[in-house]
């Protein structure tokens, strides 16, 4: 019975497919010339109002969030509401709208601390309703300072961060790493391109996902990167598309193996990226700057930038490093990368932690401790 009662509706369909079958082989042959391409900017169109719709009511529901938060801190300040009027308005108010979600006490508690963290309409209106109410939730429990909540609102827009992502972000303090790679792109790049290269270079690089032990050479990193290649492009940022690992170049009778190899969508350029397992030395700015000259002359198309170099060292001095780089023309920037978050952790804390070589001595203290003993009984 149950296959007799979806003929119909199986069959309401066929004449529906006929019908579309019958309009492409009949009219293809009267349209316009111009016709699939007015069809193409229509469902263009349609695509673009519907992500608008969607961007202009998660604005309206954050605004409307707020402007209940800041009622509830008025009411709170002049009749000293406590949290049983919370519980109460949100059971009052889900009662009336059944079909509408966000209204728990927990959630009117969040539009209250959304309001008391951003008194400012201007601002929530202009950046933070830009970003979902998830999000907005995450800055208020991750971050206390609003210039930094601001500055991942921010960058959660531009770069189109899911909540997940954000969270991820602030967890690895990316605020305190964008843009401190050390260049010499202000020297050797436009005024526009050098202030966008700049800001995505960032210092350190963080590959905890590698694990604890660092790689003793640079194919064991190149490879772990490899391995983690979608961690590795978040950690870099928006924009980079991996082109190729150990890139062939061919100069003279030699030949030459980048790294890694990225095109960047915004820069509109190559990035060579080169792996040093060890500290930074001087020479490694000659050998990126024959890479960077070979992929201009061997891989770069007319339209796209110069070429940029970036070099991750197991560490570096400034000085010498401002010095390698002081009269090259190739952009190139330098950072470090670690996998660990050490760097983040206040100084007496670090100091007050072991080292992993004093791990090391303590557990084979106790290895050989356990040895004697096993032995004596």
């Not at 009662?5 to 369909?13: I, L, T, V, Y």
């Not at 529901?61 to 801190?73: A, E, P």
């Not at 909540?149 to 827009?157: F, V």
């Not at 303090?173 to 700049?198: V, W, Y």
Request: proline share 5%; with cysteine.
């Amino acid at each position: 019975m149950a296959n007799k009662s979806r003929k119909p509706e199986q069959n309401a369909r066929v004449p529906e497919q006929t019908e579309a079958r019958r309009l492409d082989a009949g009219i293809a042959g009267d349209l316009p010339a111009d016709y699939a391409t007015l069809l193409t900017e229509l469902k263009q169109r349609i695509r673009e109002e519907r992500v608008r719709v969607v961007l202009a009511a998660n604005a309206a529901m954050v605004l409307l969030y707020w402007d209940i938060g800041r009622t509830i801190l008025q009411r709170q300040a002049q009749e000293g509401w406590g949290a049983k009027v919370i519980d109460r308005l949100s059971a009052d108010l889900r009662r009336e709208f059944t079909d509408m979600q966000g209204l728990s006490p927990r959630n009117l508690k969040y539009m209250r601390a959304f309001a008391a963290a951003w008194p400012d309409r201007h601002i929530v209106q202009e950046v933070l309703a830009q970003i979902t109410w998830y999000h907005n939730i995450a800055l208020l429990d991750k971050l206390d300072a609003p210039e930094v909540r601001l500055w991942y609102a921010r960058k959660a827009h531009e770069e189109g961060w899911s909540r997940n992502i954000l969270v991820l972000q602030i967890e690895r303090r990316l605020h305190e790493r964008q843009g401190k790679a050390i260049t010499n792109f202000a020297a050797t790049l436009p005024p526009a391109d050098s202030d966008m290269a700049a800001q995505i270079f960032k210092d350190p690089y963080l590959f905890d996902f590698l694990g604890t032990a660092d790689p003793r050479r640079e194919r064991e990193l190149e490879q772990s990167l490899i391995d983690h290649i979608q961690r590795f492009l978040l950690e870099l940022g928006a924009g980079f598309a991996f082109v190729g690992r150990q890139v062939l170049l061919e100069v003279g009778d030699r030949d030459f193996f980048v790294d890694l190899l990225f095109y960047h969508l915004k820069l509109r350029c190559y990035v060579v990226v080169e792996l040093k397992a060890g500290p930074f030395d001087p020479a490694y700015v000659g050998q990126m700057n024959l890479y960077l000259s070979a992929v201009d002359d061997l891989l770069r198309h007319p339209d796209d930038k110069p070429t940029i170099g970036l070099l991750l060292c197991k560490g570096k001095d400034r000085l010498v490093v401002e010095y390698a780089l002081r009269d090259v023309t190739k952009p190139i920037g330098i950072a470090e990368w670690e996998t660990r978050l050490m760097a983040t952790l206040p100084e007496e804390l670090k100091r007050s932690l072991p080292t992993v070589e004093e791990l090391e001595a303590e557990l084979e203290n106790v290895a050989h401790k356990t040895q004697e003993e096993g032995y004596g009984g």
